[in-house]
């Protein structure tokens, strides 16, 4: 079980110093915080400073921050857990990509020794996940069964133009909680979607109370779409697994019976394998560890 500091209490004190390991799953990018050891917490982060670490101009420029946390600590329990924040500092219940980052932190830096085939398990706020590391470089996480809101229809409206009197689009959407919440909206070309830049207005509020991520997806063939996302709290991004897999729920939902349970899912940042079985989910991808960066004077960000 994961604690009150793990499930989202940032702290009101910003540590002066922070180490971080840049990260990307299909240029999907996340800081991460590691701990010191395997006994001890990483620092907490605020909210305002997360926003300041993940700008792309003024910081150092992440789609999302994650505290890589031990078991045991903060009340967590026996897995690492994958304390995850989106861009704006707001909480995640999970986040594919960033799973297979820190994936791949802990096995390179030896944190945790997967079993002979490659197999480990994580803690995130989705609960428990198991995951593997393949001889190709790939990790496939396991992310568990799809469910859906209440509403699973919705209207979805992008804007098609921020500077011009293009107005706008509205097509219907089908919701899938992954456990992120999603509005998949199938459409023509990816260009349809416009550029993105605000989030789309999806309607009624009360479907998604917490915010939703917005895929506009387009039916490539059998077993295969491409996508483009817009993700709450931190904007059109390059890739999103929970949107690739809900994508391909979305997709398997609208063709019916004898559609394809793999999905090759194209992104603006590479590919990703989706299969659905009876036992839920699994996303395949890469996970890269760029580099690492100590800052040592946070306050400087928030100035």
């Known amino acids: ?77 026996k897995f690492w857990f994958m304390d995850h924040r989106n861009a704006d500092g707001s909480l995640a219940q999970m986040c594919g990509n960033g799973a297979r980052v820190f994936v791949r932190y802990l096995v390179t830096s030896g944190r945790v020794v997967a079993d002979p085939d490659g197999r480990l398990r994580i803690a995130t706020r989705a609960g428990e996940n198991e995951a593997q590391v393949h001889a190709d470089g790939t990790i496939t996480i396991s992310m568990g069964a799809p469910s859906f809101p209440a509403v699973r229809a919705v209207p979805v409206v992008s804007v098609v133009s ?38 789309p207005d999806v309607a009624p509020g009360s ?18 779409l491409s996508m483009r996302v817009h993700e709450r ?5 390059q890739s999103c697994g929970t949107g690739a897999c809900a994508a391909a729920v979305a997709a398997r939902r609208r063709l019916g019976e004898g559609a394809p349970a793999a999905w090759l899912v194209t992104v603006p940042g590479g590919r990703l394998t989706v299969t659905e079985s009876a036992d839920g989910i699994d996303l395949r ?4 560890l760029v580099g690492e960066v100590v800052i040592n004077d946070l306050s400087a960000l928030l100035g």
């Open 1 to 77: 079980m994961v604690g009150m500091s793990a499930n989202g209490s940032t702290g009101d004190a910003a540590p002066s110093s922070l180490r971080l390991i840049k990260g990307h799953g299909t240029r999907n990018d996340f800081l991460l915080v590691p701990a010191v050891d395997a006994s001890s917490a990483p620092p907490e982060i605020s909210a305002e400073l997360v926003a300041a670490l993940c700008h792309r101009r003024a910081g150092m420029g992440a789609d999302g921050l994650i505290r890589v946390v031990p078991p045991g600590v903060e009340g967590n329990g």
């Open 162 to 199: 921020a500077v011009s009197d293009q107005g706008s689009s509205s097509w219907p959407a089908t919701g899938v909680l992954m456990p992120n919440p999603h509005a998949v909206v199938f459409v023509d070309d990816l260009d349809d979607a416009g550029p993105l830049l605000d989030a």
């Open 207 to 224: 479907v998604f109370p917490d915010g939703v991520n917005v895929e506009f997806v387009v039916l490539e063939g059998p077993g295969r």
């Open 285 to 288: 991808g890469p996970a890269v």
């Open 233 to 237: 709290g931190s904007g059109e991004t």
